[in-house]
């Protein structure tokens, strides 16, 4: 059973992990012995593989690890040849929108919350501010600074 299998940590000799725990166990133990860990190097076909510098090269060519991804490459490389995709035929629609132009014919006043800007035409005289009134219901009021505190909201007392 893999949970019970014990696995020797490659920077503590004396730390015997669980197979299922070991990846968690390397990325701690690797921050705790910096010193070890800069002389060791981690196989590219099993990161629970931590050799020593000087030998990965020897590990790379005898790894268990690797057929698995040879034969991962292989069957890549002969369904490559079988694939074929239909090349899309979609292509762009012609764009009439002219957003510089949009802008400058705007008429309208800026979005202020919780009010509205109730002028008659759109005449230049009659664009400028002459009134606000209010979109909130009678006896409601905008805050004056946010956040603010709910009214019925005691602050002071926490259970």
Request: net charge neutral; proline share 7%; aromatic share 8%.
């Amino acid at each position: 059973m893999e949970d019970t299998y014990l696995l020797q940590c490659p920077y503590d000799k004396n730390h015997q992990i669980r197979a299922c725990r070991f990846p968690y166990h390397l990325t701690k133990c690797r921050k705790n012995h910096p010193d070890i860990a800069n002389k060791l190097a981690t196989c590219p076909f099993n990161a629970r593989h931590q050799v020593p510098r000087a030998e990965i090269s020897h590990h790379i060519s005898r790894c268990d690890d690797k057929s698995g991804i040879e034969q991962d490459v292989v069957n890549q490389t002969r369904n490559l040849g079988q694939e074929t995709l239909a090349e899309s035929t979609w292509q762009c629609p012609p764009c009439d929108e002219v957003w510089d132009k949009d802008l400058w014919e705007q008429t309208s006043t800026p979005f202020v919350w919780g009010r509205a800007n109730f002028s008659g035409n759109n005449s230049s005289a009659s664009n400028i501010v002459t009134e606000h009134k209010s979109n909130l219901a009678s006896g409601m009021q905008v805050p004056k600074s946010l956040p603010y505190v709910l009214p019925w909201k005691n602050s002071g007392n926490t259970q």
